[in-house]
T-cell receptor, first 116, second 115 residues
């Protein structure tokens, strides 16, 4: 058990809909990272938050947004869903921050999104 | 620019034989290096990490990796493969170009273990 909790584990929805994925980081970790994993694109970095602030953006579509709340949990919002958004979405947390030496990422079990 | 190259997308070995998964990196900064394993429909689990201490790093489940700066490599090895080692393996570089850490993932190597 990594200590990172993601909900829901599975989600099936239709094109055009909007979903929210939730992540609770490991206790004490201030950084949260979101990744998308699909068969054709592999593991893609989407976005990182550190202590409530956005720190880095990767290949995140404009239809997607995220935030990190004061209690450090994070949500990834996916809107106007397309078939190609079907993927496994991972959240990871770490202690890494501007003044902290990089440690490992701790991954949740993922949220599998199926868009029909 | 930083990058990670996993030289083999698929590796097949027989049970009981050695495993070698190759990883090369490129970094302008002093990197931290990691190997992760992902079993089907599971999250990624840390196998081992290098953070500028000993160059030979031992991890879980009998895996180890050696950091070779001159070759910019961080290959993952195991003396004897087990059926349960069948999974996808990711090599990861962490660098801090400006105030925040970036984690750069390789494209993964799928390990198949034959009975």
């Amino acid at each position: 058990d990594s200590g990172v909790t993601q909900t829901p584990k599975h989600l099936i929805t239709a094109t055009g809909q909007r979903v929210t994925l939730r992540c609770s980081p490991r206790s004490g970790d201030l950084s949260v990272y979101w990744y998308q994993q699909s068969l054709d694109q592999g593991l893609q970095f989407l976005i990182q938050y550190y202590n409530g602030e956005e720190r880095a953006k990767g290949n995140i579509l404009e239809r997607f947004s995220a935030q990190q709340f004061p209690d450090l949990h994070s949500e990834l919002n996916l809107s106007s869903l397309e078939l190609g958004d079907s993927a496994l979405y991972f959240c990871a947390s770490s202690q890494a921050g501007p003044q902290v030496v990089a440690g490992e990422l701790f991954f949740g079990e993922g949220s599998r999104l199926t868009v029909l | 620019a930083q990058s990670v190259t996993q030289l083999d997308s698929h590796v097949s070995v027989s049970e009981g034989t050695p495993v070698l998964l190759r990883c090369n990196y490129s970094s302008s900064y002093s990197p931290s290096l990691f190997w992760y394993v992902q079993h089907p429909n599971k999250g990624l689990q840390l196998l081992l990490k290098y953070t500028s201490a000993a160059t030979l790093v031992k991890g879980i489940n009998g895996f180890e990796a050696e950091f070779k700066k001159s070759e910019t490599s961080f290959h993952l090895t195991k003396p004897s493969a087990h059926m349960s080692d069948a999974a996808e393996y990711f090599c990861v570089v962490s660098v801090q170009p400006s105030g925040t850490y970036k984690y750069i993932f390789g494209t993964g190597t799928r390990l198949k273990v034959l009975a």
